[in-house]
Nanobody, 117 residues
Framework: QVQLVESGGGLVQPGGSLRLSCAAS????????MGWYRQAPGKQRELVAR???????YYADSVKGRFTISRDNAKNTVYLQMNSLKPEDTAVYYC???????????WGQGTQVTVSS
């Protein structure tokens, strides 16, 4: 049974930083595109950042220059370094593993990030 387990969320003040981790029990983790999504109350889930199996990255405009996605295939883990956090970054952050353009995918359970003074 595939599991994606996120960690690293919490409460942080505006301007602060957090690093999210997502550990995946995927035997072929290196072949998956890994993404971080978020969902704020009353809003749709949105893509925040994505890293392909070859290391290509994509960022939503709202987080460019502040967030960095990376992966460690030896540890089956993807990270999201979040700097200069803003209150509007408050959301539940989800990890997703994707292959074959969505035909084969898995979600994590989510981790809460709250940015507030």
């Amino acid at each position: 049974q595939v599991q994606l387990v996120e960690s690293g969320g919490g409460l942080v003040q505006p301007g602060g930083s957090l690093r999210l981790s997502c550990a995946a029990s995927l035997s072929i983790f290196r072949l998956y595109t890994m993404g971080w999504y978020r969902q704020a109350p009353g809003k749709q889930r949105e893509l925040v950042a994505r890293i392909s199996s070859t290391g290509s990255t994509y960022y939503a405009d709202s987080v460019k220059g502040r967030f960095t996605i990376s992966r460690d295939n030896a540890k089956n883990t993807v990270y999201l370094q979040m700097n200069s956090l803003k209150p509007e970054d408050t959301a539940v952050y989800y990890c997703r593993a994707d292959r074959y353009n969505g035909v084969d995918y898995y979600w994590g359970q989510g981790t809460q990030v709250t940015v507030s003074s």
